[in-house]
């Protein structure tokens, strides 16, 4: 019933900034935890950043604190990250996705069961 789909990958330089957008489609966003996870070639997918239902808290992965910020509008169903300073480790597929337990917000990419398709994030040294 959720369907996820991302947006505003691309080709970036070192240094630059990306903006990605997740838009989902359903009943169950402003009840859903949401998260940005990535997997870059020959690594296990990883976590990015998360943030409650509600926008009252925010977590992020110690390689992107300070650079990226994650943020969404439930009033038009839509994830968003912003990526500043991107460094070429950055590079991966993106995915947004969705985690209706929201007691906590959880990093493991195991937690989450509402996926979107990935948006590729290349940047050039």
């Known amino acids: 019933q959720v369907q996820l789909v991302e947006s505003g990958g691309g080709l970036v330089e070192a240094g630059g900034s990306l903006r990605l957008s997740c838009t989902i489609s359903?009943?169950?966003?402003?009840?859903?935890?949401m998260a940005w996870l990535r997997q870059a070639p020959g690594k296990a997918r990883e976590f990015v950043a998360a943030?409650?239902?509600?926008?009252?808290?925010?977590d992020y992965a110690d390689s992107v604190k300070g650079r990226f910020t994650i943020s969404r509008d439930n009033a038009i169903n839509t994830l968003y990250l912003q990526m500043n300073s991107l460094r070429p480790e950055d590079t991966a597929v993106y995915y947004c996705?969705?985690?209706?337990?929201?007691?906590?917000?959880?990093?493991?990419?195991?937690?989450?069961?509402?996926w979107g398709q990935g948006t590729q994030v290349t940047v050039s040294s």
């Open positions: 996705a969705a985690d209706l337990d929201i007691r906590v917000l959880r990093r493991a990419p195991s937690a989450y069961h509402y």
């Open positions: 943030i409650r239902y509600d926008y009252a808290t925010t």
């Open positions: 359903g009943d169950t966003f402003n009840r859903a935890h």
